[in-house]
C-alpha cells in the first residue's frame, strides 16, 4: 500500500533563516507530487507542483522553492523566512490522471517568529 | 480562481442530528471530490462524484451533484461526535498537471 511521509512535524523558525520540509511517498512510482499551504482556518494553496523527477511548476510568485531530486521526493525550500510564511504545509500525491484522488501527508506545522 | 466554495462556513449541531454541507464552483467538472480534515491532520479523501452521476452513497455520507447549478451537497447522517472536522470540496477543473482547487471549508462541529 501506498504511503506518504513529511517531516518534521512541526518547526519554529526565526524570520531570515532558511527552510527544508521534505515529503517521501512509497509504494508507488511516478506520482504527480503537490505542496500545499494552510493559513489557519482557511483553505488549501498550491504551492508547486511536479509531475516527474526536476520538473516543478509553480502556482504562485513567492518566497519559496521546490525541488524532487528523486521520483517519489518533494522538497520545499526557502534561503530566508518570511512572517508570511508562517502556516500548515501539506505534501500530497496522485497516480497522474486529471481528476485523481489526492492523498495527503499529514502536514507540518511552520511558525516563523 | 478558486473553484469550489463552501457553505456555511461553519455548522454546529447535536450528535445525532444530519449536517448538510454544500459546495458551488464555477466551471464545467469531470469530477468533484470531497475531503474531510481533523484539526492539525492532512485532508482524507471521502467520496467522488463523477459529472454524469447525480448521487452517491457510502455509509453515512451522501453525495450529490447538480451540474446545471454548478453545486454539490455532503450530507453526513446520524452525526457523531467524531464527525467533527472541517470538510473540504475538489474540483478537477484547475490548470496544470491533475490539479484540484479546494474550497475554502466547512467547520462542523458535533456536540455530544
Known amino acids: 500500500s501506498q504511503t506518504i511521509h513529511q517531516w518534521p512535524a512541526t518547526l519554529v523558525q526565526p524570520v531570515g533563516s532558511p527552510l527544508s520540509l521534505e515529503c517521501t511517498v512509497e509504494?508507488?512510482?511516478?506520482?504527480?507530487l503537490y505542496w500545499y499551504r494552510q493559513a489557519a482556518g482557511r483553505g488549501l494553496q498550491l504551492l508547486f507542483y511536479?509531475?516527474?523527477?526536476?520538473?516543478i511548476s509553480s502556482e504562485v510568485p513567492q518566497n519559496l522553492s521546490a525541488s524532487r531530486p528523486q521520483d517519489r521526493q518533494f522538497i520545499l525550500s526557502s534561503k530566508k523566512l518570511l512572517l508570511s510564511d508562517s502556516g500548515f504545509y501539506l505534501c500530497?500525491?496522485?497516480?497522474?490522471?486529471?481528476?485523481?484522488?489526492?492523498?495527503f501527508g499529514p502536514g507540518t506545522r511552520l511558525t516563523v517568529l | 480562481s478558486q473553484q469550489g466554495e463552501e457553505d456555511p462556513q461553519a455548522l454546529s449541531i447535536q450528535e445525532g442530528e444530519n449536517a448538510t454541507m454544500n459546495c458551488s464552483y464555477k466551471?464545467?467538472?469531470?469530477?468533484l471530490q470531497w475531503y474531510r480534515q481533523n484539526s492539525g491532520r492532512g485532508l482524507v479523501h471521502l467520496i467522488l462524484?463523477?459529472?454524469?452521476?447525480r448521487e452517491k452513497h457510502s455509509g453515512r455520507l451522501r453525495v450529490t451533484l447538480d451540474t446545471s447549478k454548478k453545486s454539490s451537497s455532503l450530507l453526513i447522517t446520524a452525526s457523531r461526535a467524531a464527525d467533527t472536522a472541517s470538510y473540504f470540496c475538489?474540483?478537477?477543473?484547475?490548470?496544470?498537471?491533475?490539479?484540484?482547487?479546494f474550497g475554502t471549508g466547512t467547520r462542523l462541529t458535533v456536540i455530544p
Open positions: 500530497a500525491w496522485t497516480r497522474g490522471n486529471k481528476g485523481d484522488t489526492q492523498y
Open positions: 509504494g508507488t512510482s511516478n506520482p504527480n
Open positions: 511536479s509531475v516527474g523527477i526536476g520538473q
Open positions: 466551471t464545467s467538472i469531470n469530477n
Open positions: 462524484i463523477r459529472s454524469n452521476e
Open positions: 475538489a474540483t478537477d477543473a484547475g490548470t496544470g498537471a491533475n490539479n484540484l482547487f
